[in-house]
């Protein structure tokens, strides 16, 4: 295995919140409460879209706003109180909530509520009248720190998610978020939550219509499920590529919404019972753990402004950083590995040189970490060297089939360049944090 070459003195910019997730603390209307588990994690973000799913009754437009034909402006209008307590949580973790205004996914044969609005002005009160909720205080409400506002969740996917047409869909967004602007100039509203970048048709008819009419984006959000971190970094430079085609590079690029899965998409792992039982076993084991920390090692690199894994929730099947009775996954404790580095805020230069293994470092006052994933290399002896710190020691945690972010030793740093030398077996996680006397 080559070396991996950290230089802590080397500054590439700051360490973005990638480790937010769709979903909890509080879930399964209430049942399960993984708040302890999110603040040890540090969970920066959490994007509310599929909430105690498979039968919503909160945070959803349809659910909040039952009426359609009730006021907007009248509080009496909204049913505000089982989303209060979900956001309450949220807050009360340390975390930011981002909501997705829309609705959530709808498999049954039956359709209800992923039809375009009868009015997109309306629907676009209704929205304001929501945010004005949680960001001003009124209908009783609070002035929560809530930056996100996501119009839809992937109207691309029009079987499940949007029965209406690409244009319908762009006029909404167009009403909507120019309103939400307008009202609240302070905060950030984007979409459009894509299902996959790869359907250029669609994408680029929804950019090139905010280029067009001067909507205002000032995130891009996009999904991706798959199998090699490679394919995620390609996706990634393709929705910064459209962004700049379209004059929108100024926008964040967001991934909220992503997961291991075999292949590119989750349609095949539900009519295999044996792919689909594989599949989510991994999001949580030991292969899990280095698939996601190589996932957020290769955001970190494509310059994303922030992320959200699908899902938080114990109870779906997406959630890899808990089981179903709400316990730590090897998953989860690359999240709270992660946040290490996120709380020192300054990323520092790793290469790796040895494909299929992954390098992630930071910098703060006195203090440095490395998180290493070896995702996909054959497992053996790994030089580290590292350069740019003073004297101190350097503990290694590790993650593997056998262990949970376990502390293996403590080696003493003399300054200068150094050189460790770790067994790095194939689908295990290093993290180094460094503390300089």
Aim: proline content about 6%; charged content about 25%; aromatic content about 12%.
């Amino acid at each position: 295995m080559e070396p991996i070459l950290v230089d802590f003195s080397r500054s590439e910019g700051i360490i973005a919140p990638l480790h937010g997730v769709n979903n909890g603390p509080l879930s399964n209307h209430g049942y399960m409460d993984t708040s302890a588990e999110y603040r040890a994690a540090g969970i920066p973000l959490v994007r509310l879209h599929d909430t105690c799913y498979p039968r919503p009754n909160l945070v959803d437009i349809p659910q909040v706003f039952p009426d359609f034909s009730a006021d907007p402006e009248d509080p009496a209008s909204y049913d505000f109180a089982l989303t209060d307590d979900i956001i309450s949580g949220i807050i009360a973790c340390g975390a930011r909530p981002l909501y997705r205004l829309g609705t959530s996914i709808e498999h049954d044969r039956i359709k209800k509520h992923i039809f375009p609005p009868e009015s997109p002005e309306k629907w676009a009160a209704i929205c304001i009248g929501i945010i004005r909720h949680y960001t001003e205080g009124w209908a009783d409400g609070f002035r929560y720190d809530m930056p996100y506002w996501e119009i839809w969740n992937e109207p691309d996917l029009t079987e499940n998610m949007w029965l209406g047409t690409p244009e319908q869909y762009q006029e909404l967004y167009r009403t909507a978020a120019s309103r939400i602007k307008a009202r609240f100039p302070h905060l950030k509203v984007g979409g459009c939550a894509a299902c996959s970048v790869w359907n250029r048709d669609f994408v680029s008819g929804f950019l090139r219509s905010v280029r067009d009419t001067g909507a205002p984006l000032d995130f891009f959000s996009w999904h991706w499920y798959g199998d090699e971190p490679e394919s995620l970094r390609e996706t990634a430079a393709e929705a910064r590529r459209l962004m700049e085609e379209y004059g929108l590079g100024s926008a964040e690029s967001i991934c909220d919404e992503w997961n291991y899965m075999r292949g590119t998409m989750w349609v095949p792992a539900r009519r295999d019972k044996y792919f689909r039982r594989d599949t989510y076993e991994r999001q949580k084991n030991h292969f899990g753990a280095s698939f996601t920390a190589a996932c957020m090692t290769v955001m970190q690199q494509s310059g994303l402004a922030a992320a959200a894994y699908y899902d938080g929730q114990p109870s779906s099947s997406f959630c890899g950083i808990f089981d179903r009775y709400g316990i730590e996954t090897k998953t989860y404790r690359v999240f709270q590995a992660f946040d290490a580095l996120y709380r020192l805020g300054e990323r520092t230069k790793a290469v790796s040189q040895t494909p299929g293994v992954y390098a992630l470092a930071a910098r703060g006052e006195g203090e440095a970490a490395l998180l290493v994933s070896n995702f996909a290399a054959p497992g053996e002896t790994c030089p580290i060297r590292l350069a740019g710190l003073g004297k101190g020691t350097a503990e290694i945690f590790r993650i593997s089939e056998f262990e949970d972010l376990l502390p293996t030793k403590t080696v003493a740093l003399e300054g200068g360049e150094q050189e460790l030398t770790e067994i790095l077996m194939r689908n295990s996680v290093l993290l180094i944090r460094i503390r300089e006397s």
